[in-house]
């Protein structure tokens, strides 16, 4: 079954970098969306960056210039180089998989949690 872990959360202060990871298993991601999402306490889950086979990057206005999200050539690893953190990006960092044409293939990390403090 399809598999999706994270790694590479912590707590680190204002100014600094971090790089999550996330590692898929369990199929072909060729034809799949991978993301990153993240939810802070009392929020909703909010979509960071995400990529396609092909590239195509996309991002949240809140992280543009920031964060960059990169892919292995099997989709199974992608990354979130995460710069010039901010506390409003703390939260917990999820790495989500989605068919491109079959949504209901939409797949889900445990979460890894990013604190910005000083």
């Known amino acids: 079954q399809v598999q999706l872990v994270e790694s590479g959360g912590g707590l680190v202060q204002p100014g600094g970098s971090l790089r999550l990871s996330c590692a898929a298993s369990?199929?072909?991601?060729?034809?799949?969306?991978m993301g990153w999402y993240r939810q802070a306490p009392g929020k909703e889950r909010d979509m960071v960056a995400r990529i396609t086979y092909y590239g195509d990057p996309d991002y949240s206005d809140s992280v543009k210039g920031r964060f960059t999200i990169t892919k292995d050539s099997a989709m199974k690893l992608v990354s979130l180089q995460m710069n010039s953190l901010k506390p409003e990006d703390t939260a917990v960092y999820y790495c989500?998989?989605?068919?491109?044409?079959?949504?209901?293939?939409?797949?889900w990390g445990q979460g890894t949690q990013v604190t910005v403090s000083s």
């Open positions: 989500r998989a989605t068919h491109n044409s079959w949504g209901q293939f939409d797949y």
């Open positions: 369990g199929g072909s991601f060729r034809h799949y969306t």
